[in-house]
């Protein structure tokens, strides 16, 4: 079982459309969750962090769920820039510096 | 915000032959870089993670005497791709993490393509 496991997609969606992207992660002790965004072509930049009671930052919004070691982003009036792909990456027990990317999952916002 | 440049951003060579890539923090000190091969369609995995001053501790199945790392200064890192076949060609990323005020993140370079003829 991969350590990090998103669907590749891809998620075709209308513009202003809600999209949400699931992941799951193998193991229970990680610490650290994040969302990363890649462009094509492009290094990875930071969307946002994941915390245990859930965040928002504008149009997204991430949760996480220990219990069933799922990661979820919730993309809302989904816009043309949207379009990229989206990687759950997490940080697991005991490698504070180490970070495990999933394959990410594509979204193509449609005008 | 916080500045990791790489270079070259691309790079084209014969195979045999090594290729070296800068990693540099512009704006901020890194004690710690990391650094990342993406193949296409593929997750970005990480292949050593290198500490200023100190040998680099590379991920299980990474050659180290093929992938030389040098982490010289709290501002650069270099990877060397020696002796360079087909099969390195490969999107090459490097990270960098903060020695304060930034320690939670890593910031990443742009990236160098390598492909090896």
């Known amino acids: 079982r991969k350590e990090v496991e998103q669907d590749p997609g891809p998620f075709n969606v209308p513009e202003g459309a809600t999209v949400a992207f699931n992941c799951t992660y193998s193991n229970s002790a990680s610490q650290s969750f994040f969302w990363y965004r890649q462009d094509c072509r492009k290094e990875p930049k930071l969307l946002m962090s994941v915390y245990s009671s859930g965040n928002e930052d504008g149009r997204f919004t991430a949760q996480l769920n220990r219990a069933s070691q799922y990661i979820s982003l919730l993309i809302r009036d989904s816009k043309l820039s949207d379009s990229a792909t989206y990687l759950c990456?997490?940080?697991?027990?005991?490698?504070?510096?180490?970070?495990?990317f999933g394959t990410g999952t594509l979204l193509a916002v449609q005008p | 915000g916080a500045v990791v440049s790489q270079h070259p951003s691309w790079v084209i060579c014969k195979s045999g032959t090594s290729v070296k890539i800068e990693c540099r923090s512009l704006d901020f000190q890194a004690t710690t870089m990391f650094w990342y091969r993406q193949f296409p369609k593929q997750s970005l995995m990480l292949m050593a993670t290198s500490n200023e001053g100190s040998k680099a501790t590379y991920e299980q199945g990474v050659e180290k005497d093929k992938f030389l790392i040098n982490h010289a200064s709290l501002t650069l890192s270099t990877l060397t791709v020696t002796s360079a076949h087909p099969e390195d060609s490969s999107f090459y990323i490097c990270s960098a993490r903060g020695t304060s005020g930034k320690t939670d993140t890593q910031y990443f370079g742009p990236g160098t393509r390598l492909t090896v003829l």
């Open positions: 990456v997490v940080n697991p027990p005991g490698a504070t510096n180490k970070l495990i």
